[in-house]
């Protein structure tokens, strides 16, 4: 089997080689052909029909088998008004390469990744039905996060990106159809590389709408986020002290060694409360760092961070347990200023 890529000359030959390369990763066990330079075609018209004529027209011109995929990648938009659509022969394909960065809300998502997934989706949807009416009629319309999702809205393909997934319904069908699982095989694995990719775009733009923290250790003083108009972190006495102790150690403290953080904590509460006697100090430690307490304070963090800014973003900022009971928390210190 074949996989032939295709693009009309609005599309620019840095993108289409990008696509071609990750296609091939993907279906390494396949041949992908890449016709790029050899033919390209001016499309003048925006009817689907006009697209799969090029297709036929390069299967003809290249002694494609039946059994082999033709995807025409297009800037143009169609009269269909679809991302990708086949004919009946389920094997000429087109894909709009252009507007993803409205589809998915992002600039940072390198488009040759989306794209890859339609390769991927119009692949396994061509080998799950026998008819492109079919295709449509099974169609998801409410959004799964599935290959079949129809996505009549633009704006859901970033969650089909993100999932990458085959839901239930559909790999009954997929299995049914004995489809190949050297082919299921190395799409899935496709998904999962281009899930992985996005996801991380994501993560990377998620951390600059992370907002700085600052606070001066001085009588009365609270943390503020400084990004979101200096809006005061409001904790009490003891909290705000814990969260300071925990924001010095970026790698985590573990509970055991809580005892070994006395004097550090004598002195970041003692500054904020105004205390210095030792015994008082002492007490509040003793009652509120080596006890049950301790999990108590950790939860009143958590739960202001979870209200205020959310739980993708509180993430980053709650007191939580690293790993083997180290506690931590996970803000890049950065993003932090303590005076
Ligand atoms: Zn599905």
New binding site residues.
């Given amino acids: 089997m074949k996989i032939v890529l295709i693009k009309s000359l609005d599309v620019s030959d840095s993108l289409f080689i990008k696509v071609s390369k990750l296609a091939a990763s993907y279906f390494n066990k396949f041949e992908i052909v890449n016709f790029n330079s050899a033919q390209e075609f001016h499309l003048e018209s925006y009817d689907a029909q006009k697209y799969f004529d090029v297709c036929l027209e390069n299967r003809v011109n290249n002694h494609l088998s039946n059994s082999d995929f033709v995807f025409l990648l297009t800037s143009r938009k169609n009269n269909q008004d679809y991302i990708s659509w086949t004919d009946e022969t389920l094997r000429n394909y087109f894909i709009q390469v252009s507007e993803w960065d409205s589809f998915l809300f992002s600039k940072k998502i390198d488009i040759e990744y989306p794209i890859s997934y339609e390769i991927i989706a119009c692949i396994l949807r061509s080998l799950m039905f026998d008819k492109n009416l079919e295709i449509k009629e ?1 169609a ?1 319309v409410f959004p ?1 996060g ?4 129809y996505c009549d809205d633009k704006s859901q393909m970033g969650l089909k990106l993100r999932t990458a ?7 009954e ?1 997929i299995k049914n159809k004995k489809v190949s699982p050297l082919i299921i095989g190395q799409a899935l694995n496709g998904l999962e590389q281009i899930r992985s990719k996005v996801l991380y775009k994501n993560t990377q733009e998620l951390t600059y709408e992370l907002s700085r923290i600052s606070i001066r250790l001085a009588y009365n003083q609270k943390l503020k986020f400084v990004d979101f108009k200096n809006e005061p972190i409001k904790l009490g006495v003891i909290e705000t002290a814990i969260y300071c102790l925990y924001l010095n150690h970026p790698e985590g403290i573990p509970v055991i060694d809580l005892s070994l953080f006395k004097e550090e904590f004598f002195h970041i509460y003692g500054l904020l409360k105004g205390e210095t006697d030792r015994k008082t100090l002492n007490e509040r430690f003793l009652n509120n760092l080596l006890s049950k307490n301790f999990d108590t304070r950790v939860s009143n963090i958590k739960k202001y961070f979870d209200n205020v800014v959310g739980t993708r973003l509180s993430e980053y900022y709650i007191v939580q347990n690293l790993g083997n009971s180290n506690y931590g928390i996970k803000l890049n210190r950065n993003l932090v200023l303590i005076e």
């Fill in positions: 099974n998801h799964k599935c290959i079949m999702d997934d085959i839901c239930f319904d559909c790999g069908r």
